[in-house]
């Protein structure tokens, strides 16, 4: 019996793509197909060469990630993708529904029903913006793989299994863990294209510092005034070097005057380290920062939303989670 392949596409940031990948990884363990994460939109690699292989190692065998042998398969679900599997999110998103780059329901139209595991096509591809387990809620609780385990712990456990970063990013890492008394704190601040409070961050941060002086504090930031302010108010800051944005610019998005596989990875550098922090400060806005928290398995106290109680976000995400 030929087995069945799952194509996982997409679009947008790290943290967006890395979360929206995990729900296609269930979808795929939940469905019994074989996962191809296809991240060849030409945001951190040239376009049509896979960055997926080259930042992460990964228990998907090179076989299955260029995914070229199957860019002319028909039998494909949803079938708008028959003939088009070597595209990507954002140019099918483009040529077939130009109104819906906004639309918490247009990725419906790009990916399997996730309310169904018995697709009997070949090939089925899985793509959203955002991640999606709570749409699979009931595959979930249904299934003793995942009944007992949170969400946290789901994600937590794919980023360990398909998401070790490479061997420059690994290096990098290992040359930077706090050298300074315990604890670190660390602090996500995106603050060009989309800003998150400062206020509420730079008041969480004194707060921790009045209590624990010593501490190094390690900075992940897409801005260089921001960079500059928090290194002149606080001893100890530590940054990652890395190419700093023009305001206005995406935080850690894909940038053509620059290398960006290499901005990639420094962009995993500073989310893994993040992750690293006894502290996390950030925005559960920010799905860069949401992811560090998943990689960190932060205890409550030792994590610190500054957004936690907004209702627009929180409204926002039930809606993004079961669209």
Not at 72 to 94: E, F, K, S, T, Y
Request: with cysteine.
């Amino acid at each position: 019996m030929q087995s069945k392949t799952l194509v996982i596409k997409g679009k947008g940031g790290l943290g967006n793509r890395i979360l929206s990948a995990i729900s296609g990884l269930v979808y795929a363990d939940l469905s019994g197909r074989k996962p191809v994460i296809d991240w060849r939109d030409g945001s951190y690699a040239p376009l049509g060469e896979n960055a997926y292989p080259l930042l992460f190692q990964s228990p998907i065998g090179d076989e299955a990630i260029g995914g070229a042998t199957m860019d002319d398969g028909a039998d494909v679900c949803p079938a708008i993708w028959a003939g088009n599997l070597h595209r990507q999110p954002q140019d099918m998103i483009d040529t077939y529904m130009p109104r819906s780059h906004s639309n918490p329901w247009g990725y419906r139209r790009l990916c399997v029903d996730l309310k169904r595991l018995d697709q009997s096509q070949p090939v089925a591809v899985y793509w959203s913006y955002l991640p999606k387990l709570g749409r699979m809620r009931q595959h979930l609780r249904r299934d003793a793989r995942f009944a007992k385990r949170g969400e946290r712990e789901v994600f937590a456990d794919y980023l360990g299994r398909y998401f070790t970063p490479n061997a420059r990013v690994r290096h990098a890492l290992s040359h930077m863990r706090p050298t300074a008394k315990l604890p670190s704190i660390g602090v996500h601040i995106r603050f060009t294209d989309r800003k998150i409070p400062l206020g509420p961050v730079l008041k969480t941060l004194e707060q921790l510092k009045a209590r624990h002086p010593n501490a190094t504090i390690f900075l992940a930031t897409d801005n260089a005034e921001i960079e500059d302010r928090l290194k002149r108010a606080f001893d100890k800051v530590i940054t990652h070097p890395k190419r700093l944005g023009l305001a206005g610019a995406r935080l850690h998005g894909p940038d053509t005057t620059c290398n960006p596989l290499q901005e990639a990875e420094n962009a995993l550098i500073d989310m893994w380290q993040l992750s690293r922090c006894d502290h996390l400060i950030y925005s559960r806005r920010s799905t860069f920062s949401v992811t560090s928290g998943y990689l960190g398995r932060f205890a409550p106290a030792r994590i610190h939303d500054v957004e936690r109680f907004s209702p627009t976000l929180w409204a926002k995400e039930l809606l993004q989670r079961y669209a």
